[in-house]
């Protein structure tokens, strides 16, 4: 660790009143001839001076070393912040204070301030504190700074003792269950027309049984050969892979920290790219400006996207309008509050249906509940894209995302329900 002195603190109060009496009583003594009154003005106005250089020492003599455990985990999850510290004997108290955002959730109860009165034997102490983030993103633990004084409390000095950490906070991820109708429909896709290829090909598939999946289904004749459990496959799985659409517009959502419209439609992006991934779907992240967070495949797992997802900020565009979605594709769209027009551009954005999960925004903001227009009417903009061949849910506040992906994988159209109604 690069050894960085941090300001001068110097003496203290009470130094600089013991140091401006120590010389006040030595010039009196001078006056006065007192030699005795004399030492002991010298004598008090050195002791200042003495802890001053103590103080100087002490400061150089620490170093500590930050260790975050893990450094890395989803909103919600307990963090462990270590510090260790290594040095000399302390002559004086050493206060530390670290630094950590609300966001990463420092306790009231575990303050992240200590103070070490001294080391152990050899030369060492661990120090430790809890951190639960509340909210997603890549937050900086630290810098770490001490503060090392004399005994008596007459100087001290401040140093940065260790530089910021990063910590990753990952959107919150729930299990899901399940594909919506459009994906691996068969008839119409790409991977329908390669499974009707030849003649007298067969265009029964199988695959491992997985926790879920109804017995009905089970291929008994390919259970045999492979003497575990085989599913059947009643239509041809989609291939060709999928869009996921994250409207991440500021403009787009309501609400504030975790409790906002935007991180629920991360969560439940999140949700789906990781749900979507363990089944082996070829997987594109885009935003809604055409930027792709995650490029297509299934080899790397759901890390690299979740990490990205992680620090994925609001974005000032105002509309929907971008480049052509990707053909040969499926798509997903998490859309926040649509103005007028913007249903539109994202239809021209696409041939044919989609998914999409339409946020009502409104209920997010407990000041915009009961009012129409101001977020654009989502019942309309849901409608409009259902005429257009696409299948839409619309997420309302308190919806949780394994909900929401049920109503989505059922096909319907489900009323959107507002938290306390039945």
Known sequence: MSERAGRFSGLTTRGRCLLAGGLATAASAVALNERDLLRVGVFVALLPLLALFLAARARRRVHVERELTPARVPVGSPVTVGLRLQGGPLLGALRLADTAPDAAGPQADAPPRFTVHRLSSRGSALLTYPLRPVLRGVHRVGPLTGTAGDPLGLAEFERELAPADRLLVLPLVVPLRGLPPAIGAGEGTPGAALAHQ???????????????????????KSTARHDELMVRLEERPWRGGMSVLLDRRDVAHRGRGADSS???????????????????????????????????????????????????????????????????????????????????????????????????????????????????????????LRRAGWH???????????????????GAAPAALRPGSS
């Not at 839409?392 to 059922?410: E, K, M, Q």
Request: proline share 7%; charged share 20%.
């Open 198 to 220: 030849g003649q007298g090909a067969s265009d029964v598939l199988i695959r491992p049984y997985r926790q879920g999946d109804e017995l009905r289904r089970v291929h008994w």
């Open 262 to 384: 935007l991180e629920f439609a991360v969560s439940l992006t999140a949700s789906i790219c990781t749900h979507l991934l363990a089944r082996g779907e070829p997987l594109e992240l885009l935003t809604e400006d055409g930027v792709v967070v995650s490029g297509p495949g299934t080899g790397s797992g759901p890390e690299p996207l979740l990490d990205a997802l992680a620090a994925l900020r609001p974005s000032a565009r105002p509309d929907l309008g971008g480049p052509e979605l990707r053909s040969g594709t499926d798509v997903l769209a998490v859309l926040g509050a649509l103005a007028p027009g913007q249903v539109e551009a994202l239809l021209g954005r696409r041939t044919g249906g989609g998914n999409a999960v339409l946020l009502d925004t409104s209920t997010w903001d407990p000041a915009l509940r009961g009012r129409r227009g101001g977020d654009g009417d989502t019942a309309a903009n849901a409608d409009a």
């Open 392 to 410: 839409v849910t619309v997420a309302v506040a308190g919806s949780t995302p394994d909900r929401v992906w049920n109503d989505l994988v059922a």
